[in-house]
């Protein structure tokens, strides 16, 4: 499986982007995909999820109301849309497919994600 992350780039707070995430290599249509974030020396932490159909979301509180996890599994892509963006959002954002179909609890962890793409580097200026 591959995992290509792109659609990152600078902003000024207050700004948009939207980060897509397009997957080859496995049934992606089967498996539940999220979106982490890593801030230069800080650990990496959840964003969102979705789960295979499309149908159930999760977020993290910092991003939620902000921030829309949608995919297309005709595509094999999954996309981040991000509003309203912080300088406290500037980390390099990755996606990743879980090794379930359906959201958990566990979700919320990257241990439950089984492949990784790149990341994509948003920086948010103030």
């Known amino acids: 499986v591959q995992l290509q992350a792109s659609g990152g780039g600078l902003v000024q707070a207050g700004g948009s982007l939207t980060l897509s995430c397009a997957a080859s290599g496995r049934a992606f249509s089967n498996y539940a995909m999220g979106w982490f974030r890593q801030a230069p020396g800080k650990e990496r932490e959840f964003v969102a999820a979705?789960?295979?159909?499309?149908?159930?979301?999760y977020y993290s509180h910092s991003v939620k109301g902000r921030f829309t996890i949608s995919r297309d599994n005709a595509k094999k892509a999954v996309y981040l849309q991000m509003n309203s963006l912080k300088p406290e959002d500037t980390a390099t954002y990755s996606c990743?497919?879980?090794?379930?179909?359906?959201?958990?609890?566990?979700?919320?962890?990257?241990?439950?994600?089984?492949?990784w793409g790149q990341g994509t580097l948003v920086t948010v200026s103030s």
């Open positions: 990743a497919m879980s090794k379930r179909y359906s959201l958990a609890i566990a979700s919320m962890t990257s241990s439950d994600y089984v492949y």
């Open positions: 979705i789960d295979w159909r499309g149908e159930a979301t």
